[in-house]
């Protein structure tokens, strides 16, 4: 045990030390070294969050609160990530529909950092789902396992369907909400856009009869970006739109609840993004972005209308193709 406790006294050691010269190397401007200490900050605010959730778990499961655990350490995560990383989600827009219980909460992946836009919109009584293969990580698949989390199993349809069948009577039963990510995966978006929409989310809120709560986060690729190696303080803008009821609705009307869902969040996006209160701010005091950084965001910032034309355009093709193939 005393062995245990100096290796991981060595190891958070070396960590923070690492942090602390990453952090002094890009305050003179030294390429991204911005980006490392603040993915190194962030694993590290992650990591002490999931500890620090598994034992609220198991409290305010002794309590009889634990569906509100998730709730409580995603803001515990949201305020670390500020004060480590000076990145924050702002709601500027439908503050009120995270009142809206229960219900499913949908919104836009892009990338890691969406962990820390939970920290912003997740709503108490409310829980996450994931995929299967997380439930045995230590501390954040226990933290998961031991806060209400619906795990999926993507690879066996019947179990996933069977997975969703119990969290709408649970929905029904305890008023419980539940967030998911209807693309599936990040998108790693540089300019607004969407990727497809998977259907389970649709499916979970019309067999719970329950409302879907749309949120939207603005395009954050001038704060953080993988593929560019980019990771600043910032303020990324998000919108909650509207609830959308599912009262009546069955399985025939999911094509077209998830098609015009989609259609109405792409279309939010783009304005969102283009709107004053809708760029993702930095800090002034960082550097500003090279000459080749700035031309790539130029460049992705233009085609923006063509790009939810061409995607509006091509749903009214697979629409209409799927139409013909029916008849036929």
């Given amino acids: 045990m005393h062995?245990?406790?100096?290796?991981?006294?060595?190891?958070?050691?070396?960590?923070?030390?690492?942090?602390t010269s990453l952090f002094t190397m890009s305050a003179y401007s030294i390429p991204r070294t911005?980006?490392?200490?603040?993915?190194?900050?962030?694993y590290l605010?992650?990591?002490?969050?999931?500890a620090y959730g598994v034992v609220a778990a198991i409290f305010m499961r002794v309590t009889g609160h634990h569906r509100s655990t998730q709730w409580t350490v995603a803001r515990a995560f949201k305020y670390t990530m500020l004060l480590t990383t000076g990145v924050s989600f702002d709601i500027v827009s439908g503050q009120e529909h995270l009142q809206t219980r229960p219900a499913v909460f949908i919104s836009n992946h892009q990338s890691e950092l969406d962990v820390l836009l939970l920290g912003a919109v997740f709503p108490p009584h409310c829980a996450v789902t994931a995929k299967k293969s997380l439930a045995p990580v230590p501390f954040l698949g226990w933290f998961m396992s031991l806060s209400g989390t619906v795990f999926i199993d993507r690879?066996?349809?019947?179990?996933?369907?069977?997975?969703?069948e119990g969290a709408a009577a649970e929905m029904r039963r305890e008023r419980q909400s539940v967030f998911i990510f209807p693309e599936g995966t990040r998108s790693y978006a540089t300019e607004p856009m969407l990727l497809p929409f998977k259907k389970g989310?649709?499916?979970?809120?019309v067999k719970a009869?329950?409302?879907i709560v749309p949120i939207v986060a603005g395009c954050y690729s001038g704060v953080m970006s993988s593929k560019m190696?980019?990771?600043?303080?910032?303020n990324i803008p998000v919108k909650v739109l509207r609830p959308i009821p599912t009262t009546g609705l069955t399985s025939a009307d999911v094509e077209e609840l998830t098609r015009s869902t989609r259609e109405t969040m792409l279309q939010e996006l783009l304005s969102l993004t283009e709107s004053p209160v809708g760029t993702a701010v930095h800090d002034p005091a960082h550097p500003e972005p090279s000459v080749s950084e700035a031309v790539e965001t130029t460049t992705a910032a233009d085609p923006r209308k063509v790009l939810l034309e061409n995607s509006l355009q091509a749903e009214g093709a697979a629409t209409a193709t799927g139409a013909d193939a029916r008849r036929d």
């Fill in 201 to 205: 989310a649709f499916h979970l809120a």
């Fill in 209 to 211: 009869q329950v409302d």
């Fill in 229 to 234: 190696k980019r990771f600043r303080p910032g």
């Fill in 34 to 42: 911005s980006f490392y200490a603040r993915c190194l900050s962030s």
């Fill in 155 to 164: 690879a066996n349809r019947q179990t996933a369907m069977k997975a969703f």
């Fill in 3 to 19: 062995f245990i406790l100096r290796y991981a006294f060595y190891f958070f050691s070396l960590y923070l030390g690492a942090i």
């Fill in 45 to 50: 605010c992650l990591l002490l969050c999931a």
